[in-house]
């Protein structure tokens, strides 16, 4: 019943927009003889900014492994953590950011407390080489620590070093510091607290390089544990520009209130038997930038022995050499478990993937390269942006071209959760908003690598010949909050009870039935009832929707009301009964000749009711359990079990005034002076014609206020 979100003419606007995930996160350094970029500054202040100037390593780097969690913005401080948690091949672990841009003459400062033991250095630098690393030209400060504390400083032309030792005269790990250079055609100066303590004329580089902040080791560390070295401030100034200031003003985080995805589509599960043109939408006619080699063609997305097949060929298309299928949800999906069974493509270039996207770019990823598919490449972005710490290369153990595997995404407001065959692999939690809120389409793609991409991070693809493709059998969304049943159907008059149900991780799910808040997701229209506890009352034909919400997720179900039907005696009685709670007499007991017509589920009820001169029978002692009763009879019931006064109201305002037995017009007036009662649409109160279950429903609801 629900409309969809959005629409293939709108998808396609949406993907074209999809940035590359993972492109330059994968640990490559910046390539040489970039051009320079305008000066910039981060005081740490968004935890979110620094993603969008660099990465972070991860990768060893001879006695040291590069570790992406030993690196954090704590406090408005950017902290680098040095210990012995190497792997086997390194003795310790660090961090180092590097800045997706090079930089050339300009000055470059940074506030910096450094690490105090002898052995570990603080470092500041720009680097660039040439493609085979042959030749580096580097600008250094870098902060040795132990005592006393010392500033050792570099400049290296196409590997030619030259170094010099500064002693400071204060503890450099003790409390934040000024060091900066400025670096120029003819010289280059360093700066300790604004203060100059040195300059160098020759042999100065002069290519741009990526800025390059680390804590590392020297050859011989006098290891006492873990140490840091925090960063309070990092800073481009480029010559002829205006010195930059930070353009965020943001307090550090500690808490916001919880995103809510805007719509929460239905849970689905295709296993690919055919292609679903409600549920999927197919990439046609068109292309991504210069990073994918790539056309998206919509004969490209196959499906065959229950699998749906992506096809990589040579077939040019929008520009690009090759073709390839990306496939789509035609609407959007909020927090819950998206899951994959798939075979990825394997080869140089090559990019298999499952992963998440919204209006805003948002995206949650699954990405599994051709050149080592024993690797699992994860990413997270907000608006675009890259968290820095939001890539992490999963070691998966097998390679995913050779069998089918299992692929899933746990995504809440303040989680998202990688698994592979059910094994959780990666968890990153925080409650600071800078994870994904936006509701996102769910896709799936393989593409081929070109220009930066190839040469950074899936490497150069050569097509081998004959098509290349990656499988699916299956992909599934669970919401992280869901109905029982994604639409309810009752007839006006019943009622019936709903179940919501919360994901847990792992895939499993609890009943949150008692603890979800509900509403109606648009305009209460008038069809069903609604109550705080979930339960759905049927009051006229018609359709509505029902919103559930659970620890700040919703679900949504449709509710039909079928055709309004006719209500017997019996079942009105019943209904009655139990509405106004009409008390149970001991001696309650029904004296009808037709007695063996009522069923076992009204007797009790009629009982009541008879005792308590509310049904009073017809005249040859008859109940008539089965006819359908009339408004005459309906009004009468409910005026008595209320025990109104029989009040003078005045029924002339109706047409059929006239139709209404003497016996039953006080009920009549009393029904319509407590407003029980309202007249039908052509201004007639009916007397004698047949209630309709909606009828006997709003009536009772009333009677019952």
């Known amino acids: 019943m629900l409309n969809k979100i959005i629409r293939q003419a709108s998808i396609v606007s949406l993907i074209a927009v999809i940035c590359l995930g993972g492109l330059g996160i994968s640990g490559s350094r910046s390539i040489v003889y970039a051009e320079k970029v305008d000066s910039f500054m981060d005081n740490f202040n968004d935890p979110q900014k620094i993603g969008t100037h660099g990465y972070l390593a991860s990768w060893p780097q001879g006695k040291i492994q590069w570790k992406t969690d030993h690196a954090e913005v704590v406090d408005g401080k950017f902290v680098l953590t040095f210990d012995d948690s190497g792997d086997e091949e390194t003795t310790y672990a660090s961090a180092q950011f590097t800045t ?348 081929a690598g070109a220009g930066a991409a190839a040469d950074t991070w899936t490497n150069k693809f050569d097509y081998p010949g004959t098509p290349i493709r990656a499988y699916y059998d299956s992909i599934k969304f669970t919401p992280e909050i869901s109905f029982s049943k994604s639409s309810y159907e009752l007839q006006a008059g019943e009622t019936i009870s709903t179940t919501v149900f919360s994901l847990v991780p792992g895939g499993a799910e609890t009943d949150v039935t008692s603890e979800a808040s509900y509403r109606f997701a648009g305009e209460d229209n008038g069809v069903v009832r609604l109550t705080d506890d979930g339960n759905l009352v049927g009051l006229k034909e018609g359709t509505s929707v029902i919103q559930a919400t659970y620890q700040n997720t919703t679900a949504l179900a449709n509710v039909t009301i079928r055709p309004d039907n006719t209500i017997s005696r019996a079942e009105f009685t019943v209904m009655l009964v139990k509405a106004l709670s009409v008390k149970n007499e001991d001696d309650s007991k029904i004296e009808f000749t037709d007695e063996a017509k009522i069923g076992d589920w009204a007797k009790q009820a009629i009982a009541q009711a008879t005792s308590a001169k509310i049904t009073l029978g017809y005249e040859d002692g008859s109940f008539r359990p089965d006819s359908p009763i009339t408004r005459n009879e309906m009004v009468s019931m409910i005026v008595r079990a209320m025990q109104l006064s029989n009040e003078a109201y005045s029924l002339t305002s109706f047409d059929d005034h006239d139709d209404i037995p003497s016996w039953a017009r006080p009920y009549f007036a009393a029904a319509i002076e407590h407003g029980i009662l309202e007249g039908r649409p052509n201004n007639e109160l009916g007397p004698f014609e047949i209630a309709t279950r909606a009828e006997a429903v709003m009536m009772l609801l009333r009677a019952g206020k």
């Open 100 to 447: 997706f841009d090079n930089y050339g003459y300009g000055r470059y400062s940074a506030s910096i407390k450094a690490a105090k033991d002898e052995g570990l250095i603080t470092n500041f630098y720009v680097y660039s080489a040439n493609e085979d690393w042959t030749l580096e030209n580097i600008v250094e400060a870098r902060v040795l620590g132990g005592s006393p504390s010392k500033l050792n400083i570099r400049w290296t032309k196409d590997n030619i070093r030259k170094e010099k030792f500064i002693t400071l005269n204060f503890d450099a790990s003790a409390e934040y510091n000024d060091y900066a250079f400025e670096w120029s055609e003819d010289a280059i100066k360093w700066y300790v607290n604004d203060e100059l303590v040195t300059t160098a004329t020759d042999g100065i580089p002069s290519n741009p390089g990526g800025l390059i902040v680390n804590l590392m080791a020297d050859d011989v560390v006098n290891y006492t544990g873990p140490n840091q070295a925090s960063f309070d401030y990092i800073k481009y100034h480029k010559f002829g520009e205006d010195d930059p200031e930070d353009d965020t003003d943001l307090a550090p985080p500690t808490g916001v209130e919880p995103p809510v995805p805007t719509s929460s589509a239905y849970s689905f599960t295709d296993g690919f038997d055919s292609f679903n043109n409600e549920l999927w939408y197919k990439a046609d006619g068109w292309g991504n930038g210069p990073d994918f080699n790539v056309g998206w063609q919509a004969d490209h997305v196959e499906f065959s022995d229950g699998k749906m097949v992506l096809r990589l060929d040579d077939t040019p298309s929008s520009g690009k050499p090759y073709s390839s299928g990306e496939f789509a949800t035609t609407e959007l999906h909020g927090y819950g478990r998206i899951e994959s069974r798939l075979k990825v493509a394997k080869g140089d270039g090559l990019v298999t993937s499952i992963f998440t996207y919204s209006p805003n770019a948002d995206e949650i990823d699954i990405e599994i390269l051709g050149k080592d598919p024993t690797k699992l490449e994860t990413n997270y972005y907000v608006k675009g942006v890259r968290g820095l710490k939001a890539h992490a290369i999963i070691d998966l153990g097998f390679d995913a071209s050779a069998d089918f595997h299992d692929y899933a995404i746990e995504w809440s407001w303040n989680y998202i959760r990688w698994y592979v065959d059910g094994e959780l692999v990666r968890n990153v939690e925080s409650n600071k908003g800078d994870l994904p809120s936006e509701s996102s389409t769910i896709m799936a793609n393989l593409w």
